[in-house]
């Protein structure tokens, strides 16, 4: 049964089982992962098959959960913690930051901290505040730590195997709206690279670049753009960092056109690096300035005004049109 | 623990109302009643019903030796900074007895996670001294394999260390290993939400880690009282594990606490807390000014504590050394010292392209890309200049 249908909840549940089962130094830890199988039930069923030992509840103490995390690294094990929410990671961000991002540098290479850090974030859910946000960009900021986000389930199943192994700490950012979204994982097949982007849709007019949750968006936009004659190359990143400006160069070279497309803020986001890597790299083949696609210079709004916030396909055929209107 | 308990039922201190900046000279001989005590001031043997101990001859000029060693060293190291070869110093004068005490109850796979003054726990490890000195110089963070000594990079932020230091002795508990790990910081500290966090996660797993706070009475030119309204050992009771304090300036106590703690931790008993009770005779740092906020009174009440002369006495009067064991150590700390001064002066800038290393373990697109580009914004310069 290697390739089977799953949610994307599914298959990270599937890829934690298969690390657990193949390497018994990995541990999962977090708030509420053990009989609950957490907030969102990602990690269900886990500690009945793996016991206490391997699938740890903690305390409720976030910088704690990284900072032991990072301790048992140091004493071999892997670690996987779970945040569970993006806007709880703070308490941690100091060990994330501080610690578990320059250790290997600070001992010249001596010490490896494979450590995994996975958090549910992104809107569009409902919630209250601090559980709808984006804080990608200031993980990938920092030198020392890969930033990471699957947008279906195979990514999510295969991003997390490759996660796992890395010798370095990876960020792991679960688009937690697309958590029941399905599709086609194969358990045997051989992943592609960790970092490299994908082109999911080909086109040849503009080149939609986005990750997680809103590469459904940026492909659905493309679908109603079709309608309209319009032929979009849909890219999704898969890696905030490195981000491979490669292949988002060479489908800009095909299409003269790039918007980017998140929820976090765009100020200071993942789309303005791209912009201007992408503008340095193809000037001459651009026929508009890039454009950003994404979330407000405010706080996430209460539920009620999330649709506003966040990018939806209206927005992002705004921007295509401008984009095409140069 | 029967300290714990007759502190416990000390009547609270009055006086609620007094500045809580002024230092309170009444408060050492209360601080006394407490500790745990095995070589006095005056450097006379006495009983601790549980914390015995019984050194050899041997030992104890072992124990002189180290104290007397690493003081030099660290003296050096101070004079090197004010000579401009090291960038910074954290100096730990007066603090000799709680290091070499605690370093040298340690097994060999026992880990320890130092903050950035443990140069006499480093120095009971086996690092090289020289080694020390690469971060206070700037041409590395940290400049030792932690994994060949079991000692850990000295942690710059406040605290941190303290749950590596947990969770690597999670780490032990579940290898089954019979190990243990000792884990330094300041009273300063006990203030971090990390300490806290610490406490609690070591308390839950029952994990095998001692913890170790020099109280050396001040946080750079805040006291104790900024810090914390209890005594720190007694913060231990709270989480469910004993703590002690202990006189910090007597290197008999530290030794036989921390040996007994990290005993206790090896079995499956769990954490403990150690307040070594000592103090900073020196700056926070080469960069700080101590006559801002505190009198040289205080400075000269401890040095009547001073935890090498103590030891010296016993040593002396007892007949356990004799002039040329003294002379050997003078000449050994002069040889120490010229080895520490000639290693730094020679310590290298690193290499630009270092920049670009060890970043990741695993390589990084864009570390890769601005390697190229600064290695070939580098070589411009030698191209032009082979061209004049
Ligand atoms: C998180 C953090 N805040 C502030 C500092 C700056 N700082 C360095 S040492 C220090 C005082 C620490 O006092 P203590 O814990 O008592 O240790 P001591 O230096 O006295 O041994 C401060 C405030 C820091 N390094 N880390």
């Known amino acids: 049964m290697a390739a089977e249908k799953m949610s994307l909840s599914k298959a990270i549940n599937a890829s934690l089982r298969t690390a657990l089962e193949s390497d018994p130094k990995v541990l999962i830890m977090g708030e509420d992962v053990g009989k609950l199988g957490g907030v969102f039930r990602v990690t269900d069923g886990l500690q009945k098959d793996f016991g206490e030992d391997r699938v740890i509840d903690t305390p409720l103490a976030e910088s704690g959960i990284v900072g032991t995390a990072i301790g048992l690294a140091l004493r071999g094990y892997r670690p996987v913690v779970e945040i569970q929410f993006d806007g709880f990671v703070f308490p941690a961000y100091d060990q994330i930051v501080t610690q578990l991002a320059k250790m290997h540098a600070r001992s010249l290479g001596k010490v490896k901290l494979p450590v995994v850090v996975r958090i549910p974030y992104g809107g569009g859910i409902g919630a209250v505040e601090h559980h709808s946000e984006s804080p990608e960009a200031l993980f990938a900021h920092v030198a020392g730590l890969k930033v990471i986000s699957p947008a279906n389930a195979s990514d999510a199943y295969w991003m997390l195997q490759q996660a796992i192994g890395s010798d370095d700490p990876v960020i792991y950012f679960e688009p937690k709206r697309r958590y029941h979204d399905k599709s086609e994982v194969d358990t045997a097949a051989i992943p592609g690279p960790l970092h490299a982007a994908r082109v999911v849709r080909p086109g040849a007019d503009l080149t939609l670049a986005a990750y997680g949750p809103m590469v459904k968006v940026a492909l659905d936009a493309a679908a109603a753009a079709a309608e309209e004659g319009k032929s979009i190359e849909v890219v999704d990143l898969r890696s905030m960092s490195p981000i491979d400006f490669d292949t988002i160069q060479r489908s800009v070279e095909r299409t003269g056109r790039l918007v980017v497309v998140h929820e976090a803020p765009v100020f200071l986001g993942t789309g303005s690096e791209i912009a201007a890597r992408i503008t340095e790299r193809c000037f001459y083949h651009l026929e508009a300035p890039v454009l950003r696609v994404g979330g407000f210079h405010s706080p996430y709004p209460p539920s009620r005004l999330e649709d506003e916030y966040l990018p939806g396909l209206d927005r992002v055929l705004d921007a295509v049109d401008r984009a095409l209107a140069y | ?388």
Not at chain 2, 15 to 36: C, I
Not at chain 2, 105 to 133: I, K, Q, S
Not at chain 2, 333 to 338: R, T
């Open chain 2, 1 to 388: 623990m029967t300290v714990e308990s007759t502190a416990a039922r000390k009547p609270r201190r009055s006086g609620a109302k007094r500045s809580t900046t002024a230092r309170d000279a009444k408060k050492q001989p209360e601080a006394q009643t407490e500790l745990v005590q095995l070589l006095t001031p005056e450097g006379e043997r006495v009983e601790h019903p549980e914390y015995a101990i019984d050194p050899t001859p041997e030992e104890l000029r072992g124990l002189y030796r180290d104290m007397v060693l690493t003081r030099r060293f660290d003296a050096e190291a101070t004079t090197l900074q004010r000579q401009g070869e090291l960038g910074l110093w954290a100096s730990l004068l007066g603090q000799e007895a709680a290091q070499i005490g605690s370093g040298r109850a340690l097994h060999d796979d026992d880990y320890v996670f130092p903050t950035y003054r443990e140069h006499g726990v480093a120095w009971c490890r086996g690092v090289d001294p020289t080694n020390l000195l690469g971060m206070f110089r700037g041409v590395n963070h940290g400049g030792w394999d932690p994994n060949s000594n079991n000692f850990h990079l000295y942690t710059i932020v406040i605290g941190s260390q303290t749950l590596h230091a947990t969770g690597y002795a999670m780490g032990i508990a579940k290898d089954g290993a019979d190990a243990a790990v000792l884990a330094y910081f300041g009273d300063g500290a006990s203030s971090q939400g990390d300490v806290a966090e610490s406490f609690t996660f070591s308390a839950v797993y029952n994990a095998p880690v001692v913890f170790f706070c020099q109280n050396n009475q001040w946080a750079i030119s805040e006291p104790t009282e900024k810090q914390t309204r209890v005594p720190l050992y007694q913060r231990a009771q709270g989480y469910g594990f004993p703590g002690v304090r202990v006189d910090g300036n007597d290197v008999l106590a530290c030794l036989a606490v921390t040996k007994a703690a990290l005993e206790r931790a090896r079995t499956g008993q769990g954490p403990m807390l150690i307040e070594a009770f000592t103090y900073r005779m020196g700056a926070h740092t080469t960069s700080d000014d101590p006559t801002r906020y505190r009198s040289p009174e205080e400075r000269e009440l401890w040095e009547t504590k001073d935890p090498i002369l103590r030891l010296r006495t016993l040593l002396t009067r007892e007949g356990l050394a004799d002039d040329a064991f003294f002379a050997e150590l003078e000449r050994e700390s002069d040889a120490l010292a010229k080895r520490v001064r000639d290693a730094v002066r020679a310590m290298p800038d690193p290499d630009d392209m270092a920049l670009f290393e060890h970043t990741y373990a695993d390589g990084h697109a864009l570390v890769d890309e601005e390697r190229a580009q600064f290695a070939e914004y580098q070589a411009s310069f030698v191209t032009a200049e082979e061209g004049i």
